[in-house]
């Protein structure tokens, strides 16, 4: 089964997506990642915080230096301990829970090679949404994650997205 799919490729831009983080190495090498584009990994991590789980992020990463932008969603962090969750070579935008709630949270890990700075971060109705905007002579992008807390109530995804 595979479990690394590209969502999106354009001629400056490619968007992966994988559900299996154990493959994903693999599922990025066979896709051949030599010409240079700006690179987006999206990945579901089901908690940045839990043990090794960030040691094992930061070695996948190093094993991809061709990964510019990183959309982490269900980081579980919190604004008491999103400090100690950065990665080398990046600059770091999170949208954080409360102490009081488990899940969620949504984390944008952009290269440090591109100018950026967070345009949005907030949390409505159970929805999560952080946009980042790439700034640069050659790239003006936005980055934007929503994370729906509420599978149940897809409601209020659609109102904020209104």
Same mark, same amino acid.
Not at 72 to 90: A, D, I, M
């Given at each position: ?61 190093? %094993?991809?230096?061709? =990964? @510019?932008?990183?959309? /982490?969603?269900?980081?579980? +962090?919190?604004?008491? &301990?999103?400090?100690?969750? *950065? ?42 949404? %952080?946009?980042?905007? =790439? @700034?640069?002579?050659? /790239?003006?992008?936005?980055? +934007?994650?929503?994370? &729906?807390?509420?599978?149940? *109530? ?9």
């Amino acid at each position: 089964m595979q479990s690394c799919y590209t969502l999106l490729s354009r001629p400056d831009c490619d968007l992966f997506f994988c559900d299996e983080p154990s493959q994903l190495v693999d599922c990025l090498n066979s896709l051949q990642l030599y010409n240079r584009k700006l690179r987006i990994l999206y990945l579901n991590i089901r908690s940045l915080k839990a043990e090794g789980k960030l040691d094992n992020f930061q070695l996948l990463c190093s %094993l991809l230096p061709e =990964i @510019d932008v990183i959309v /982490l969603v269900e980081t579980w +962090l919190s604004v008491n &301990n999103v400090k100690y969750f *950065n990665l080398p070579g990046f600059t770091a935008y999170h949208v954080t829970r409360s102490e009081f709630y488990r899940g969620g949270g949504i984390a944008i890990y952009i290269n440090n090679v591109y100018p950026s700075h967070c345009v949005c971060s907030n949390i409505l109705m159970d929805v999560e949404v %952080l946009c980042v905007s =790439i @700034d640069s002579k050659y /790239l003006g992008i936005n980055i +934007l994650a929503i994370y &729906n807390l509420n599978l149940q *109530n897809s409601g209020n995804l659609m109102k904020v997205l209104d």
